[in-house]
Every structure is written in C-alpha cells, then in structure tokens.
T-cell receptor
Framework: EAQVTQNPRYLITVTGKKLTVTCSQNMNHEYMSWYRQDPGLGLRQIYYSMNVEVTDKGDVPEGYKVSRKEKRNFPLILESPSPNQTSLYFC?????????????FGPGTRLTVT | AQSVTQPDIHITVSEGASLELRCNYSYGATPYLFWYVQSPGQGLQLLLKYFSGDTLVQGIKGFEAEFKRSQSSFNLRKPSVHWSDAAEYFCAVGYNTDKLIFGTGTRLQVFP
C-alpha cells in the first residue's frame, strides 16, 4: 500500500530533551515536507526537501532540523524542544517538486513538550 | 504576499442538507487550488484540485468546487451531506515549486 508513515504517533517529552520524528514514504517520491498544525493557524511548512541531500527552510524553521540521506526518509529533529513546539506535525510527499502542491500526507504526530 | 482565507471557522449542517465552504486566495498569477479533508485523528486527504481548464471540478466523496477568477474564490460544495463528512476542511494554494499555502480550516459538524 502506498503510504507515508510517521513515528511516533504520540510523544510527550520535556523541555530540552532531543527528539526525532521519523517519516518514510514508499512511493519513490522526490519531494518531502514537514508541516505543523496549530489551532487557528492551519498548516505551516517547517522544512522541505526536493531530493536527496537537498533541503530548504519553509515558513517556520526555527528550532527544527531535517536531513535527507535516503529518498524514502525525511526525519524531523528537535535538538532542544520547547513548549511552543507543542503541536501536531505532518509529513508529506509528492512525486516531484513540480507536482504543484498535490501532496500525500502521513497520519500525524502529536507532540507535547512540558 | 500569497494567502488563503477560509472565513468560516465552524459550520454546522443537518444530514442531507447542502453544503458550501468558502475559500478566497490572494496570488498574482493563476494558482493551483486544492481542497484537503482531515478526519478526526487522520492525516490530510486530497478531495479535489484545480490546475486549469473547466472551472468546475469534481472530487471524491461527491464533492465539487468552482474556481471563480473574478472573485479569487474556490468554494467547495456538496449537494447532500452525510454524517461521515464531519471533518476539518482545508483550502490550499500551490505553486510551481510545490509549496503549499493552507487556509486556517473550516470544521464541519453534521447533525442527524
């Protein structure tokens, strides 16, 4: 089944404790992206990657890191999480950067930072 | 700056009633337009899209949307709502480099 998977689905952590949220897609997509969803703000893009070893900042990159060493994986790293990073995070992918915004989304990761 | 506005935060309809969710965008050129649906506890699923051509587009689950350039709108419609349509709906605008700008969402509640 073609899908985008994220792990973990739920995570509660404390301020300053490094964490990684994994994202993997099995569709051989070139483009991958991370979003955060907050009430009243919709989805905002954190980082995106057009292909392996090519990443760039989205609209809200502060406090996050990403890497794209393999085509299928695009982990999101929070080196020192803070309470304002409590949010619902979505990974998404699309065949190419020219897919004009038609993206496939993972199920989401709900992160709580205390 | 490009933006997407969904003026209705929350809409409640009775099952079987018609539905229209509003979306307005701000963008200099012809945009690529999308509606995504997010069911409780789920990721986003693409309902329909508009790239060019016929301004009335059909999507999954009986939804349709109409692109009106003069009004910068892309409203989502369904003639008869089912209880399973209760979800949050996001309008989004896409660009050549695959960047997506989302609206803030409209939560749909359906009463039996």
């Amino acid at each position: 089944e073609a899908q985008v998977t994220q792990n973990p689905r739920y995570l509660i952590t404390v301020t300053g404790k490094k964490l990684t949220v994994t994202c993997s897609q099995n569709m051989n997509h070139e483009y991958m992206s991370w979003y955060r969803q907050d009430p009243g703000l919709g989805l905002r893009q954190i980082y995106y990657s057009m292909n392996v070893e090519v990443t760039d900042k989205g609209d809200v990159p502060e406090g996050y890191k990403v890497s794209r060493k393999e085509k299928r994986n695009f982990p999101l790293i929070l080196e020192s999480p803070s309470p304002n990073q409590t949010s619902l995070y979505f990974c998404a992918s699309s065949p190419t950067q020219w897919s004009r915004g038609e993206q496939y989304f993972g199920p989401g990761t709900r992160l709580t930072v205390t | 700056a490009q933006s997407v506005t969904q003026p209705d935060i929350h809409i409640t309809v009775s099952e079987g009633a018609s539905l229209e969710l509003r979306c307005n965008y701000s963008y200099g050129a012809t945009p690529y337009l999308f509606w995504y649906v997010q069911s409780p506890g789920q990721g986003l699923q693409l309902l329909l899209k508009y790239f060019s051509g016929d301004t009335l587009v059909q999507g999954i689950k009986g939804f349709e949307a109409e692109f009106k350039r003069s009004q910068s709108s892309f409203n989502l419609r369904k003639p008869s709502v089912h209880w399973s349509d209760a979800a949050e709906y996001f309008c989004a605008v896409g660009y050549n480099t695959d960047k997506l700008i989302f609206g803030t969402g409209t939560r749909l509640q359906v009463f039996p």
